[in-house]
């Protein structure tokens, strides 16, 4: 009996300590970009809903938005 409550009390530290460990699920769904852009196609859009903007970096290091 002590074995089994032992064994399940282990299994619950060890399953607990996993999931505080684990990789936020959204990360996967991250947009990165690391290159600038050449014209509005490689804009990102940007605002609530209510408002939006197209963002987008130059390749002379100009911030573009429309």
Do not use: Q, T
Not at 10 to 39: M, T, Y
Not at 48 to 60: F, K
Request: aromatic share 10%.
């Amino acid at each position: 009996m002590h074995i089994h409550f032992r064994l399940a009390a282990a299994l619950f530290v060890i399953a607990s300590a996993s999931a505080a460990f684990a990789a936020d699920p959204l990360d996967a769904h991250n947009v990165v970009l690391d290159a600038p852009g050449k014209d509005f196609h490689a804009a990102v859009p940007v605002g609530n809903g209510d408002i939006g903007a197209s963002v987008w970096v130059e390749e002379g290091g100009d911030l573009v938005f429309y």
